[in-house]
């Protein structure tokens, strides 16, 4: 393979004088062009950090330490709370409070290109993390942002051109977190006593080292499932706790696992926050649903636990999630089937336990769980630019190739219906066409325009019987840029498709930039693009399905 440094070059020379410089303003185009290596001289940073991504070895498991690719921070200015440690492979903890001005400057010592995109962040494009901004070994990125988000749980990530999941899986990853003057008025646990809690599954080979699919396009369409969960990067980590209110900063940073969170002896959790903010108020669910790249913020309170005892989350059972294919082999998917599972691996919506904690320590000082949290304002049809046209995004999978209106990635390319006008909020519907096309073809293939293949593609409509190309299973579908709201969820076939088992531990209330779409399920969303003009990515974040090509470019001009 070429090195993607010059294909990136070369893309962008094309990019600047082919044919779509047409298609693209030019201030726009000389954006992307330009790569950011060296500091501004008109930003003044708040804080600055580097943060160098390179081979690493941590201990893992008994014997052997394990190879992993970790980002390591250095702190150049700034409070000194700014990076906090995690004890396993993860980066450093990013503590960013609201309004500050970040510089970042990003270096490369891999030997591979990579690039770090800041998750949940409402930043400029060519601060985003793009594909296309991806650094060759020896080389940096610099940074700089100021920061916009309300107080939350971000992360960051690598996102490299279709080495996104590798990269991630061997551990190119962090917690960014957000404080602001609301947040602090609640007097919600802190220091100590707000946790981090990432949650990624891995697999090992004998000798401690990670293991990921060595299997063909079949493995790699269903996605990465490990055997062993980790929390901030370590095995089988107790957490001890007193007995007091904790604030639980939940991040599923797995390639592809989804996770039905609930306590083990029934005790509803209580949900304060959802991927890029804090909630309107506190809301209780029996369980919930943390799919890839998914935050919640959990209010736990272990007051009244006994000394010693334990209290354990898990991942509760549940079903529907994986590719129900059409006709002959319905039959043969069971859930203790191979799909979506290695050789003795835990199948995904298996049960169990996720990460425990150890009632250490009494106290009788506790907070008090706030009744509200912050002013939520729903978004409604009035303030879309589109309430009777949505943007449609389609899910499929035909042929184990994931796909969104059935495209696959081009790193700048654009379509007509994926350009969007700055400073305009717009509902987007994201519907699963696989399902609809096994269900008779409901939905159809409305709104899509010069997709080369369609006529045969479409001749499967309606086959429910016929062949095994169809499939329909569960997206985590994440959009880049500001957090958006979810309008509705719509399921058709609801029974026998195990829709049941997760419907109740879907957070819809809050502000996302990450939704769960179920097979069968329609949901749509309302989502502001206000500030920045560029592309903004947006793709399913099962890292397996984005780096195979679920992932498309908005451009905002
Ligand atoms: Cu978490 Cu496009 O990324
Ligand atoms: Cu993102
Ligand atoms: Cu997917």
């Known amino acids: 393979m070429t090195r993607f ?3 990136r070059r070369q893309l962008l020379q094309f990019a600047a004088f082919g044919t779509m410089a047409a298609a693209w303003p030019g201030a726009i185009l000389a954006e992307v062009a330009e790569m950011g290596s060296v500091p501004s001289s008109t930003f003044k940073p708040d804080v600055e950090i580097e943060l160098t991504a390179r081979k690493d070895t941590v201990s893992l498991r008994p014997g052997a330490a394990t190879h992993v690719f970790k980002y390591h921070g250095k702190l150049l200015k700034g409070p000194s709370s700014t990076l906090t440690e995690l004890p396993g492979y993860l980066g450093p903890t990013l503590n960013f409070v609201r309004g500050q001005k970040v510089r970042i400057i990003a270096y490369n010592q891999l030997p591979e290109p990579t ?31 100021e920061v916009k988000n309300p107080a939350g749980t971000n992360w960051y990530h690598a996102h490299t051109h279709e080495k996104t999941a590798t990269q991630v899986y061997q551990g190119l990853a962090g917690l960014i977190t957000i404080t ?21 599954d891995r697999r090992f080979t004998a000798d401690n080292q990670l293991r990921y699919l060595q299997h063909g396009r079949r493995e ?5 499932l490990g055997d062993t969960i980790l929390i901030n990067g370590q095995i089988d980590r107790a957490i001890p706790v007193k007995t007091r209110a904790y604030r639980l900063r939940l991040l599923n940073g797995s390639n592809s696992r989804i996770y039905k969170l609930g306590w083990e002896d029934g005790t509803p959790l209580t949900a304060i926050a959802t991927d890029g903010a804090l909630l309107g108020k506190p809301e209780n ?3 919930i649903m943390l799919a890839p790249a998914e935050r919640v913020e959990l209010w736990v309170d272990f007051s009244g636990r006994e000394l010693g005892s334990d209290l354990v989350l898990y991942s509760l059972d549940y079903h529907g999630v994986m590719p129900r294919m059409g006709g002959g082999m319905r039959g043969g998917m069971g859930r203790g089937g191979g799909m979506g599972m ?8 298996e ?3 996720v990460v425990k904690f150890h009632i250490a320590e009494k106290t009788s000082e506790s907070p008090e769980l706030p009744k509200v949290l912050i002013p939520f304002q729903r978004l409604l049809d009035r303030d879309v630019a589109n309430p009777d046209k949505p943007r449609q995004i389609g899910l499929s999978m035909m042929h184990m190739s994931p796909e969104l209106n059935r495209r696959s990635f081009e790193l700048l390319a654009v379509a007509e219906s994926e350009k969007i006008p700055v400073n305009t909020i717009q509902k987007i519907r994201i519907t ?10 409901r939905r159809g293939m409305g709104g899509m325009e010069d997709v080369d293949g369609i006529d045969e593609r479409g001749g499967r409509r309606g086959g429910r019987g016929g062949g095994g190309g169809m499939m329909s299973m569960a997206h985590p579908i994440h959009l880049h840029g500001q957090q958006f709201q979810i309008l509705s969820r719509l399921v058709q076939d609801r029974h026998g498709s195990g829709y049941d088992t997760v419907k109740d531990g879907f957070i819809n209330t809050g502000w996302k930039d990450t939704v769960l779409v179920m097979p069968g399920e329609e949901v749509t969303i309302i989502k502001p693009f206000q500030d920045y003009t560029g592309l903004f990515l947006y793709h399913c974040h099962n890292l397996e399905h984005e780096d195979m090509g679920m992932m498309r470019n908005f451009l905002v001009r």
């Open 342 to 349: 290695m050789e003795g691996g835990l199948v995904q919506g």
């Open 115 to 145: 690039v770090a995109h800041w998750h949940g962040m409402h930043v400029p494009q060519k601060m985003d993390g793009h594909p296309m901004y991806a650094i060759d070994q020896g080389e940096r990125y610099v940074y700089e942002f």
């Open 351 to 353: 049960k169990f336990p």
């Open 432 to 441: 699963q066409e696989d399902h609809a096309m096994q269900r008779g073809g």
């Open 285 to 287: 669910y029996p369980y």
């Open 220 to 224: 790699r369409a269903m996605g990465f």
């Open 5 to 7: 440094d010059g294909k």
């Open 180 to 200: 602001d003057e609301q947040e602090q008025k609640l007097d919600l646990p802190s220091g100590e006593y707000d946790l981090p809690i990432v949650i990624q």
